[in-house]
């Protein structure tokens, strides 16, 4: 369905979280998102800190098992799933996710080593404190969206302008889940404080609306996404950004986390008709040398 090393200019209209679980309606809401108009999808792969200790898998002979991060889901779509995009001649972009639910950088030597977590497009991490940001930033580890989970038990999470800068200098996107909003009260609360903490400390810059549906029903349309930054603190460029632009931004930071640092040489390149030009000219100037 896809192919992550072919650097694709736009994504379109992208969804960068839909929950792995319930695996049973998994499909249907990939399909449904298509079908509302989105060209991106990314499925989501949640997993906590405690899954990553090795004290609760062990192989047989008393070896560690260093491979503790499940495998990604692979969809397989067929033409008639997406016939809205297929109109179009358009296919759709199934990338894998991955969000870490982390209280501390004890995970990142299990992590690190994994080879299915190597197989996941995009990392995420969810953090229960201030703290456990301030260490991560500090560590080599590099991920490319902080989510918001307000369904977490926040520790005296106080923002402040240079963790907001020092995140975008490292190209980190922030999440916000709508589909939460939908759900309770509470949690629109709480979504909508954190937009306000966004907006104080960083002017809402570098946001991402996902929904994290999972039921069908809580899906929505990109343009309704985006009317919702008249109560996330967001002007109307940045909510239309925060489901087209800066979900593309991801996309690609992720690319440059994955190849790594290297290096690239560029030299200018002569036009072939202007070489058949000069050669021509320089045969005709020997050609009066010789008549000479």
Known sequence: MRNFATMKDELGYADLNIPRVPESTLKKRIQRAL????????????????SLNPKNDKKKGGKLSLDLVPEPETIDLKE????????????????RR???VIDNNDFLIYF??????????????S??????????????????????????EVENFYWNRR?????????VSFELLYGDMILDRQFRQKIIHISYEYHTHGKSKG?????GAARVMDLRAPADVANLSTILCMTEAQGKAAVLQQC?????????????????????????????????????????????
């Open 35 to 50: 079908e509302l108009g989105y060209r991106t999808v990314a499925v989501n792969t949640t997993i906590h800190q405690e």
């Open 80 to 95: 008639s799933d997406y016939l809205e995009l297929s109109s179009r001649g358009l296919k759709p972009t199934i990338l």
């Open 98 to 100: 991955i969000t870490l």
């Open 112 to 125: 690190n080593k994994s080879e299915n977590a190597r197989k996941y497009d995009i990392i995420a991490i």
């Open 127 to 152: 953090v229960k404190s201030i703290q456990s940001l301030q260490a991560l930033l500090k560590s080599s580890f590099r991920f490319d969206i902080l989510a918001f989970d307000p369904n977490l």
């Open 163 to 171: 963790i907001y800068r020092e995140l975008l200098d490292k190209h």
């Open 207 to 211: 946001i991402i609306l996902s929904s």
């Open 248 to 292: 593309t931004h991801v996309y690609k930071t992720a690319l440059g986390r994955r190849f790594g640092v290297f290096r690239v040489k560029v030299e200018k390149v002569e036009d072939e008709k202007a070489k058949e030009s000069s050669s021509s000219s320089d045969d005709a100037s020997d050609m009066e040398i010789m008549e000479l």
